[in-house]
């Protein structure tokens, strides 16, 4: 049985593993790292042993990448030229997300 993710349990977490990412996220891996060939923002940092080290930040980006392929049905070229332009139009609310992460950061432990 999983435990409940208290916030801010352990705030100075930098990184997390790609199973870490695959329970907040509810993706599986194979699809973790297939957007990571089809979106070029999204570049997890590697350890010397060659794993994945995702941040905070890849987690919000991986979030707007659901979000807009699941939820709002964009295409994978669609939702990439979108992110792409995330900076200028501002049309996925950063703030949203960051309460979303916070509550799948919840479910973890």
Known sequence: MKKEYQPGA?????????????????????????WEKHFKQLSPRKSRGGHRRYQ????????????????????????????SNLHKEREIDPGLLKKELQELLNILD
């Open 10 to 34: 352990n705030p100075q977490k930098l990184f997390f593993s790609i199973g870490e990412v695959s329970e907040i996220t509810h993706l599986a891996p194979s699809v973790l790292r297939f």
């Open 56 to 83: 905070k930040k890849d987690l919000e980006l991986i979030l707007q990448i659901k979000d807009l392929l699941y939820n709002r049905k964009f295409t994978i070229q669609g939702a990439s030229k979108k992110i």
